[in-house]
């Protein structure tokens, strides 16, 4: 049975025979969905809604902000959402309008009556500038018979409490703290939304969620002409995409998440839109990931290179550079979307956590941790902007000048321990991929010297990267493992080290590089992610952040996944390449407690997954040979030199 058909199990069970609700059906008889989300935005908010056109978390006035809508994480409270209820329901389905950002579901009841609901954030472009207001938009719509539905609003503030004052106006509900406001704006019946009580439908009904600002104009033709433009904005966004026929429809929803998570104001990149989801049940480990970590501009500069959205390309570079700019000051891991607001990590005691899983954290703690990949990452990101001609404004003699103070600083750290990529806390080492990041940014340096002319410059960084990188190949390499490791002088096996080739730490064909992989492919894949040698691997970590973790973290895998089967293409075209990121995922899953399959299983889908990192779909969807081509093309614009050529040597279809 699939998901859709066991939710409507569900909740018929519930209906007919008032049984109690299971994991899958939530208090009052509702669905829940899980991490089936569908996310709407605008770059500058952004919502998660349910199949059933629940709203179930949304952020005000930015991704970072007070939850207004905060049921995701509210356990068993029905609290912090709005939805529309159709009586005696028996089916639903919810999909993205073709190619936007905007989410259309029809509920359909037992007597066939249907109800259409649209949800959107309004994004367009007008006066010459993109309109992104903060605010959310919903048309609820009788598609047949006579459907009786509730309207329920029921918003928090201040991370789960009850927003305590409340006033109907004409046409609009004023919901207020002291230093929260939220207004509501409609044509619906006022009465009946405040009272949720249930009504026929008989005519399409206009919803506006927003800042408490009086609405000027005509209601319902200003939601028709919002949708209408905010449609053709995403329709012309999507056609200005580089990107080959190969999946495309994943591809595109992908590029459109990408872009739903650009805070368009500074051009800041958030690794989610929400906090606290759990990476195993019951693990304690639920982070708050509403904020850009420089250790990824690497990856999202090269995922947006992919698929040709050079404009926030450009935008998210020019945030890196902002904060790199201050070089009397070290880089920290993360930054909020706004890089001069403070982060201070904390607990939400009025929030019980997804599914009742906490605790609910507010901030993020590795905001202090000492991570030296950031330096390396912020040069690999600005490399466009000496390569690509694509750019308006290339890079000059200055901006080199201001990357080279973070190439000083990443030699220096480049053999110094760190929290590394997985953040550990507690416990510092020398990573390898800490160490790789660190040689990249100065082997970097050195061809945007050449690039502009300045050949001394070149000769001075190159002599500081050599150095660098016959150290770190020394003392990454495990002999007895066969393979890199994750830190020097360590045992452990690390999903970060098939990044060695994409940085040009080694060659593909390197025969290190190629019995890493397959030590990786030996324990990971074949013996069925070697579930000792894994769990071990997770109590050093355990041991290391002093929690208690239960599980094997779900959303590893994936991650994992994905960075295996790109190593392996372009590992000397190895046989197994057409089914490699199956048989890992399913071996991934194979060793998943039944809850975390169940999560497994909704990542799957592009809609959902509203804690993934917000490059890797993009990435991930570019990494086997099909959109080669596309990845060629565009890499080729910001790899410098042994890049290059390393590209053409590493896909068959890209040698001619």
């Not at 319902?220 to 053709?232: L, V």
């Not at 329709?235 to 650009?262: F, G, P």
């Not at 880089?331 to 979307?337: D, H």
């Not at 050449?450 to 770190?472: D, F, Q, T």
């Amino acid at each position: 049975m699939n998901d859709r058909a066991h939710d409507l199990a569900a909740l018929a069970k519930v209906r007919a025979t008032g049984a109690q609700p299971d994991s899958r059906t939530a208090p009052s008889g509702t669905i829940d969905h899980g991490l089936d989300l569908a996310v709407i935005g605008n770059g500058r908010t952004a919502a998660l809604v349910d199949p059933c056109s629940r709203m179930v978390w949304w952020c005000y006035p930015r991704f970072d902000g007070d939850p207004i809508f905060c049921r995701l994480l509210s356990g068993r409270e029905e609290k912090g959402f709005s939805d529309v209820v159709l009586e005696d329901m028996v089916d639903f389905q919810s999909q993205y309008v073709r190619n936007t950002a905007i989410v259309s579901t029809i509920l359909t009841d037992r007597h066939g009556a249907k109800v259409r609901i649209t949800d959107l954030a309004p994004r367009f472009r007008q006066f010459g500038r993109v309109f992104r207001p903060p605010q959310l938009y919903r048309i609820i719509e009788p598609l047949a018979g006579l459907p009786r539905i509730t309207i329920r609003m029921r918003p928090t503030c201040d991370y789960g409490k009850a927003l305590p004052h409340r006033s109907l106006g004409s046409n609009h509900i004023r919901f207020a703290n002291d230093t929260t406001v939220i207004r509501l704006t409609t044509d619906a019946p006022l009465s009946l939304i405040d009272g949720e009580a249930p009504f026929v439908l008989t005519r399409p009904l206009h919803l506006v969620f927003g800042p408490d600002e009086p609405f000027t104009g005509d209601l319902q033709s200003t939601c028709r002409d919002f949708i209408e433009r905010t449609h053709d904005y995403w329709m012309d966004w999507v056609r200005r995409l580089s990107i080959s026929y190969d999946w495309q429809e994943a591809i595109i929803r992908a590029a459109i998440t990408l872009k739903l998570s650009n805070f368009d104001e500074t051009g800041a990149v958030v690794a989610a839109h929400t906090t606290s989801i759990p990476e195993a049940p019951s693990s304690g480990r639920t982070w708050d990931y509403r904020y850009c970590w420089l250790r990824d501009a690497y990856f999202v500069v090269q995922a947006l290179n992919r698929i040709g959205a050079t404009r926030t390309m450009e935008e998210f570079i020019s945030f890196t550079l902002s904060i790199a700019a201050k070089s009397e000051e070290e880089l920290r891991p993360l930054y909020s979307v706004v890089p001069t607001i403070a982060i201070h990590e904390r607990t939400a005691p009025e929030l019980q956590g997804y599914r009742g899983d906490g605790p609910v954290r507010v901030g993020n703690a590795a905001v202090n941790q000492v991570q030296h990949d950031a330096y390396g990452s912020v040069i690999l990101a600005a490399m466009p902007m000496f390569f690509d001609r694509r750019l308006p404004r290339p890079g000059d003699e200055g901006l080199f000048h201001l990357l080279e103070s973070l190439g000083h600083r990443a030699a220096e750290k480049a053999f110094l321990p760190d929290a590394g990529i997985w953040e550990y806390r507690g416990r510092q080492r020398v990573h390898t991929h800490s160490a790789a990041m660190c040689w990249a940014g100065c082997q970097r340096l050195a061809a945007i010297a050449m690039r502009i002319g300045l050949e001394p410059r070149a000769k001075y960084w190159n002599s500081i990267a050599e150095p660098i990188h016959a150290a770190l190949l020394e003392r990454a390499w495990n002999q007895k493992r066969g393979a890199f490791t994750a830190a020097f002088g360590s045992d452990d096996l690390d999903a970060s080290v098939l990044l060695l080739a994409d940085l040009g730490v080694v060659e593909v064909d390197d025969p290190r590089f190629a019995s890493t992989v397959s030590a990786m492919e030996r324990e990971l894949v074949r013996e069925k992610h070697a579930p000792q040698s894994l769990r071990s691997a997770f109590r050093r970590r355990r041991s290391a952040d002093r929690r208690a973790v239960g599980q094997l973290p779900a959303d590893l895998f994936d991650g994992w996944t994905y960075s295996f089967s790109d190593a392996a293409v372009a590992e000397l075209g190895r046989p197994l390449l057409a089914r490699v990121r199956v048989r890992c995922s399913h071996a991934c899953r194979a060793q998943l407690e039944p809850s975390q399959r169940e999560s497994q299983r909704s990542s799957c889908r592009p809609r959902r997954r509203p804690d993934a990192n917000r490059a890797s779909a993009a990435l991930c969807a570019s990494s086997v040979h099909g959109p080669h081509h596309a990845r060629s093309r565009t890499r080729s614009g910001h790899l410098a030199g042994s890049d290059q050529c390393r590209l053409r040597r590493r896909c068959r279809h890209c040698a001619a």
